[in-house]
């Protein structure tokens, strides 16, 4: 069966939550191996998110998030806000 593209659903992250960034090491312990070996099949790649619940302190990238928002050292959370052009940039560059 021809194969036009690999899509994974919410599995692909961490478990803290319904949302998240983060690479889950149990199932892709080499993300950037694993997309590039799918990319070199000329498969584009999918990943499912669900972003509502922001980005949260357990994700690999929220440091850098929360340095570049000057958000207090202690947050847990950036919110989710499209709306917002900074935090939608933000989200955009650093944890996409």
Known sequence: ???AS???P???H?????GGWTFDSHLFPFPEDSM????????????NTH???GVNS?????????DYLGLASNAT???????NATVAYAVSDIVW
């Open 1 to 3: 069966m021809p194969c």
């Open 6 to 8: 690999s899509s994974s």
């Open 10 to 12: 919410v599995q692909w």
């Open 14 to 18: 961490t478990k803290d939550a319904w």
């Open 36 to 47: 590039e070996s799918l990319k070199a099949l000329g498969l584009p790649v999918t990943l």
């Open 51 to 53: 972003d509502a619940q």
């Open 58 to 66: 357990w994700d690999a990238m929220f440091p850098a998030i929360r």
């Open 77 to 83: 959370l950036v919110p989710f806000n499209l709306v």
